[in-house]
Nanobody
Framework: VQLVESGGGSVQDGGSLTLSCLASGYIDKTTSMGWFRQAPGKEREGVAF???????NYADFTKGRFTISKDVAKNTLSLQMNSLESEDTGMYYC??????????????????????WGQGTQVTVS
């Protein structure tokens, strides 16, 4: 599957953005998908995910500000981001994997959990 992100851009502190990821290959309700991000000079980190059971999984720093959703009919994954902070600045990557995954809410998915990656979309908050 190929993943293409869109929706990034520049926004002021406290603003909102919605990122989208369009999958060119087949995805279904069991396809686990999510978002990673990487800020300049920092390691890549997980942001939000949906596992094969449809359970969402969020990094603590999202603090209820972000909402992830998947639309299988449209082959699209979205990330609604509200109350953005300068610390949210970075390149956001969409990821996907066909292997069945059922995570507990305490589990933090890592890069090895996903075989397919998009090229990223830049988010800048100032």
């Amino acid at each position: 599957v190929q993943l293409v992100e869109s929706g990034g851009g520049s926004v002021q502190d406290g603003g909102s953005l919605t990122l989208s990821c369009l999958a060119s290959g087949y995805i279904d309700k069991t396809t686990s998908m999510g978002w990673f991000r990487q800020a300049p000079g920092k390691e890549r980190e997980g942001v939000a995910f949906i596992d094969s059971t449809g359970l969402p999984n969020y990094a603590d720093f999202t603090k209820g500000r972000f909402t992830i959703s998947k639309d299988v009919a449209k082959n699209t994954l979205s990330l609604q981001m509200n109350s953005l902070e300068s610390e949210d600045t970075g390149m956001y990557y969409c990821v996907a994997d066909y292997r069945f995954k059922a995570w507990s809410r305490a589990y933090h998915p890592g890069e090895a959990d996903f075989r397919f990656w998009g090229q990223g979309t830049q988010v800048t908050v100032s």
